[in-house]
């Protein structure tokens, strides 16, 4: 087990605001605006990371050191022990951060929060209280 974790000690990093649409490059955003998501969070990088089989690990207690209220970030491997790739799609971190920002939109949780906001948006228009009223 000891062994195991100073092995993700050495793996690379992803903050979720390296891909977040939302901030700015001089606030940490990585890729450019236009293929980042918004507000993205761990535990959607970490399914990401899962669907592309990368191997992860999310630390939630971790902060990110310019801005300590974005909270939790994922630590991957993109290479096997013998220097293999794991997914040979993906050969750097630039293009696994790109990667899951296109993936982040579509996730299952991110897909099924919308359909009930977009049902009840059909909202009753208020009354005035001037119609009755007659001028004298």
């Known amino acids: 087990m000891e062994q195991?974790?100073?092995?993700?000690?050495?793996?690379?990093?992803?903050?979720?605001?390296y891909i977040n649409s939302k901030k700015?490059?001089?606030?940490?955003?990585?890729?450019?605006?236009?293929?980042?998501c918004e507000n993205p969070n761990c535990m959607e990088i970490s399914d990401c990371c899962s669907h592309l089989k990368i191997p992860h690990a999310v630390e939630i207690d971790k902060a990110y050191p310019r801005d300590f209220m974005q909270v939790g970030r994922v630590r991957f491997q993109l290479k096997k022990a013998d220097g293999s790739f794991w997914n040979p799609a993906i050969t750097s971190k630039k293009a696994l951060m790109l990667?899951?920002?296109e993936l982040v939109p579509k996730h299952h949780g991110r897909t099924k929060k919308q359909e009930p906001a977009v049902s009840s948006a059909a909202a009753v228009?208020?009354?005035s209280g001037k119609h009755?009223?007659?001028k004298k």
């Open 99 to 101: 990667q899951i920002a």
């Open 132 to 134: 009755g009223k007659k």
């Open 4 to 17: 195991e974790l100073t092995s993700i000690k050495k793996w690379n990093i992803i903050y979720p605001v």
């Open 24 to 36: 700015t490059v001089a606030e940490g955003r990585r890729v450019s605006a236009a293929k980042a």
């Open 125 to 127: 228009p208020a009354k």
